[in-house]
Antibody
C-alpha cells in the first residue's frame, strides 16, 4: 500500500520559515514526479510546486517563486518543501501528491501551516 | 489554464444519475495523445482522491458507476447511480502544464 505522510507544519510568525517533509512508502519513490498542493479549509486545492524523478527539474506557482524551494532525497524516499518569508496568506493545509493526475496519483493527509 | 466547473452544488437522489461538467480554457491534449484531465472526490476531513485520470480512465479501485468523457475542451464526470457514500466535493484538474489548475468544485449532496 502506498503511503505519503507529511510533517513539519505548525504555527510560525510572518516572515518566518518552515520545512515540510513528505515520507513515501510502498512504491519506488525515485520513479515519480511529486508535488505539493495546498488548500485553505473550505476552499479548493491550489497547486504549489513539483519536482521530477531525479530532482533536476522543478516548477513553482508564481505566488511562491523565490520564497519556497522543493527538493527530494530519493535515498530516504522523502520530499521536502523549504518555505521562507512566510506570509499570512500562506496559511493552509499542505499536501504532497505523487504522480499527480497520473495513474498512480496518491495524496498524503496533509500538514497544517498557520502563519500568524 | 482556467478550469470552469458546473454546477457548484448538486443535490441528488440515491439511485439516480448525476453529471458534473468542467470546461478548460484551452486544449488539454498532450503531444503524446494523452489528455491531462483528472477528476477527484474530496470527502470531509480527507485529502482528495483520484477517480478518473487522462479524462476517461478509472483509477484503481474506483467503482464502474463513475465514468469520464470529453469532447474537445468540455469534460464530464458521470455517476450512473448515486450512492450515499458519494457525497463530498468533486474537483476537475488539468495536469497538462504548470501551474496545474483546479475547477471550483461541485458539492454533491444527497
Amino acid at each position: 500500500e502506498v503511503q505519503l505522510v507529511e510533517s513539519g507544519g505548525g504555527l510560525v510568525q510572518p516572515g518566518g520559515s518552515l520545512r515540510l517533509s513528505c515520507e513515501v512508502s510502498g512504491i519506488t519513490f525515485s520513479r515519480y514526479w511529486i508535488h505539493w498542493v495546498r488548500q485553505v479549509p473550505g476552499k479548493g486545492p491550489v497547486w504549489v510546486s513539483r519536482i521530477n524523478e531525479n530532482g533536476g527539474i522543478t516548477n513553482y506557482a508564481d505566488f511562491v517563486k523565490g520564497r519556497f524551494t522543493i527538493y527530494r532525497d530519493n535515498a530516504k524516499s522523502t520530499l521536502y518543501l523549504q518555505m521562507n518569508s512566510l506570509r499570512v496568506d500562506d496559511t493552509a493545509i499542505y499536501f504532497c501528491a505523487l504522480d499527480l493526475a497520473g495513474a498512480r496519483d496518491q495524496w498524503g493527509q496533509g500538514t497544517l501551516v498557520t502563519v500568524s | 489554464i482556467v478550469m470552469t466547473q458546473t454546477p457548484l452544488s448538486l443535490p441528488v437522489t440515491p439511485g439516480e444519475p448525476a453529471s458534473i461538467s468542467c470546461k478548460s480554457s484551452q486544449s488539454l491534449l498532450h503531444a503524446n495523445g494523452d489528455t491531462w484531465l483528472a477528476w477527484y472526490l474530496q470527502k470531509p476531513g480527507q485529502s482528495p482522491h483520484l477517480l478518473i485520470y487522462m479524462a476517461s480512465n478509472r483509477a484503481s479501485g474506483v467503482p464502474d458507476r463513475f465514468s469520464g468523457s470529453h469532447s474537445g475542451t468540455d469534460f464530464t464526470l458521470k455517476i450512473s447511480k448515486v450512492e450515499a457514500d458519494d457525497v463530498g466535493v468533486y474537483y476537475c484538474m488539468q495536469g497538462l502544464q504548470t501551474p496545474y489548475t483546479f475547477g471550483q468544485g461541485t458539492k454533491l449532496e444527497i
